[in-house]
């Protein structure tokens, strides 16, 4: 993720009214990945990494048909999963991530599948982005994840100045403090749908007399 321009910090005041209404706005806001169960949506997220939504959903149905648990992907071979998977983005990095989390479930949580974030970062190709993901989406944490959108939307409304997900994250936890799930797939939405990274649709944006960086899109 690039460092944005430097921005005004948004006050406390303006903090609590971002938060009132981006609640407001997408009060019931989950994620665009389409899946049954935590196993599908956890290989939904790892694949959803640099790749789109809308991708990741034409993928996974076959490969959810093929290998519908974590033991037969544990026991699947890893040129038919790259095969399955390779319209997606690093394909082969995935494909291996993939299948090495499937055997280490297998073998170090008995097929079973962990939900808490000190476990789930131990799986390969699970990060703490993934995991916060997993759980925000499947349990409701109170947790906040940083993606691209997140990212972008925090630095232009000033409720962060830093330079990694990481920080930005600590940085939107800090501020919230609840509604923290909400608010993550809420911060994707905006970003993906209105606040997007080139040519954002900023009239009308409920947002706008917030945002600390409307004067670089003016025409």
């Not at 490969?63 to 071979?77: D, G, H, Q, R, V």
């Not at 699970?126 to 109170?142: F, R």
């Amino acid at each position: 993720m690039k460092r944005t321009k430097k921005v005004k910090k948004a006050t406390k005041k303006e903090i609590e009214e971002i938060k009132k209404l981006f609640l407001e706005h997408y009060p019931d806001s989950v994620t665009e990945l389409n899946y049954k169960n935590l196993y599908e949506l956890l290989i939904s997220v790892m694949l959803s990494a640099q790749c789109t939504d809308k991708r990741v959903n034409i993928i996974t149905p076959a490969l959810f048909e093929k290998y519908p648990n974590i033991p037969t992907l544990a026991n699947a071979n890893l040129d038919d999963i790259k095969e399955l998977i390779k319209s997606c983005s690093f394909f082969n990095n995935k494909a291996k991530n993939i299948l090495k989390m499937a055997q280490q479930v297998v073998e170090d949580y008995d097929s079973q599948i962990p939900l808490e974030q000190k476990e789930l970062v131990k799986l390969a190709g699970v990060g703490q982005k993934t995991a916060n993901v997993v759980m925000i989406e499947y349990s409701g944490a109170n947790l906040m994840a940083v993606d691209t959108h997140v990212f972008r939307v925090a630095h232009r409304l000033g409720l962060s100045d830093a330079t990694t997900a990481t920080k930005t994250e600590e940085d939107l936890t800090k501020k919230f403090k609840t509604n923290l799930h909400q608010l993550h797939q809420a911060m994707v939405l905006f970003g993906r749908y209105r606040c997007k990274a080139v040519k954002p649709l900023c009239d009308d944006c409920f947002l706008a007399p917030y945002c600390k960086s409307k004067d670089r899109f003016k025409v």
